[in-house]
């Protein structure tokens, strides 16, 4: 049962999530054609900052009114409460950050600052619209918003960025109307104006809506930090233009993290729920054992898959880049890791422990950039993510065993290091038939190692589509 829930929460998720990322992916060929590396890097480093931004406009309040709806979908009246008061805090701090960024811009220019601004306001509004639709149980609404704001970013890049050749301020311009496109969506099919009152003020709840929210924005500054640090590193110690060809490398460290992601969510709010149940340790064991499997078979597959398309998915302007992304898929598979054991620390409301753990991550990357920037370029950007990465999981392994007890496969890591270290290596030689090769054999590898979880999401698919009715478990 439990792995089941944790199933149909990921697939609900899933759905709306991919498609953005494949209109994300899709838009990449548009991006490197019409965009300079140095627009193309502008445009990342603004993007990155206002992610940055988020957790600080937003006191994660999306987070917050996420997990208070769940306790509140049969009651309307709670529904509305939580909604008009986590809508006011909104516009408090909303209120308050475009202030200081206005004063702030007197002083120290941000180029398109206005359409940054909007668009960081749009993005915030968004995602918390989001984390209303998973609240009151509106799945379906959650992933159709996706679609939206994918479909809408497509035509706008088409128009703005290749039809009326726009450059940075077009695919800026685009990516506000998509979130626009999507805040619109959410509020009348969610009828958010039922449940939005100003008048409904509660004191009390916004003091426990801000205590639940607020530790949990060290977390995400750090974890934007880590991010950040390489491309501002980049820009100033080499170029702009270099920071856009180490964007280009990211955008496929991205596709990982954005499909783990999506487990990400489900498999947090399954920790929380099951972290006292008498089998728990047999059931993290399990999923994180399963997770680890698949994960590492997404990075395997994508390492082998890049070769065969990077030439036709990327202008030759950004061809640098190909030697950078092995390193960054490593670097997202050790966050998925840790992220894995940072559901453990939700659910035992250690939030302190996340934040720590994020903040040695971001120092260790900071550090370690600034010190080989200068001797092997972009390179100490894509290593020092990975250490950084890396060193959070292995510290975030040895401190979890303090609330649950991981047993991992015998030879697990071993095995996954030596298919890792086989698909760079016919990376690199850069073959026409060895990338076939190396893909084809990595697929049967990855099938192999994933039998009984692909076999549980082809039953789950078949239980949607009303052909099957029995309820399989993942057996390890």
């Known amino acids: 049962m439990k ?51 988020f957790p600080i406009i937003t006191i994660q309040l999306e987070m917050a009114s996420f997990r208070f709806l769940v306790d509140a979908r049969s009651n309307e009246y709670e529904k509305k409460k939580i909604i008009s008061n986590v809508i006011q805090l909104l ?24 359409t940054t601004l909007l668009y960081v306001c749009a993005s915030a509004i968004f995602y918390l619209f989001l984390q209303f639709a998973r609240g009151i149980g509106k799945g379906r609404k959650f992933t159709i918003a996706y679609i939206v704001v994918g479909i809408v970013s497509l035509i706008t890049t088409l128009v703005l960025v290749a039809y009326m050749r726009l450059g940075a301020q077009g695919m800026l311009t685009s990516l506000l109307i998509a979130n626009l496109a999507g805040v619109i969506y959410l509020f009348f099919s969610l009828k958010l104006y039922n449940y939005i009152s100003l008048g409904n003020r509660d004191n009390n709840l916004k003091k426990k809506l801000v205590k639940y929210s607020f530790p949990l924005i060290p977390d995400r500054v750090s974890w934007w930090v880590i991010n950040l640090s390489d491309r501002t590193i980049v820009s100033i110690a080499i170029s702009v233009a270099a920071n856009g060809i180490y964007a280009v490398a990211n955008k496929y460290a991205a596709i ?37 499997r698949l994960f590492s078979g997404l990075g395997l597959v994508l390492i082998a898959g ?36 940072g559901a453990i620390y939700i659910a035992k409301k250690k939030t302190k422990q996340i934040a720590l753990t994020s903040i040695i991550a971001a120092t260790i990357n900071i550090v ?6 200068k001797s092997i370029g972009i390179y100490a950007a894509a290593m020092s993510t990975a250490a950084a990465y890396l060193t959070m999981a292995i510290y975030r392994h040895y401190d979890v065993k303090k609330y649950v007890r991981i047993t991992y496969e015998r030879w697990i890591f071993v ?10 290596a016919l990376y690199h030689y ?13 697929i049967v590898v990855v099938i192999i190692l994933n039998k009984s979880v692909i076999m549980v999401i082809k039953d789950k698919i078949l239980d949607f589509s009303g052909r099957r009715r029995s309820k399989p478990t993942i057996e390890q």
């Not at 990077?310 to 050790?334: E, H, M, R």
Request: aromatic share 16%.
């Open 256 to 292: 990982f993290t954005s499909i783990f992601n999506i487990f990400g969510l489900s498999w947090t709010e399954s920790a929380s729920i099951y972290i006292d149940d008498k089998n728990r340790d047999k059931f993290f064991s399990e999923t994180i054992n399963a997770s680890l």
């Open 306 to 341: 890049i070769p065969i398309v990077f030439n036709v998915l990327i202008d030759s302007k950004y061809k640098d880049a190909y030697q950078y992304i092995p390193i960054l898929i490593s670097a997202a598979l050790f966050s998925a890791l840790g992220g894995l054991y």
């Open 91 to 114: 516009m408090v701090t909303l209120f308050i950050c475009t202030t200081l960024y206005l004063i702030i811009n007197r002083y120290i220019h941000v180029k398109y600052e206005y």
């Open 368 to 373: 370690l950039n600034l010190v080989f920037i």
């Open 430 to 442: 850069n073959n026409a038939i060895g990338n076939i090769a190396n893909l084809l054999i990595i």
């Open 3 to 53: 792995k089941q829930e944790l199933l149909n929460n990921t697939l609900t998720i899933a759905l709306g999530m991919i498609f953005s990322q494949l209109m994300s992916f899709l838009l990449l060929p548009i991006y490197t054609i019409f965009l300079s590396p140095s627009d193309y890097g502008l445009v990342d480093l603004i993007i990155n900052y206002s992610a940055l931004l």
């Open 415 to 424: 095995k996954i290091a030596v298919l890792y270290l086989f698909t760079v």
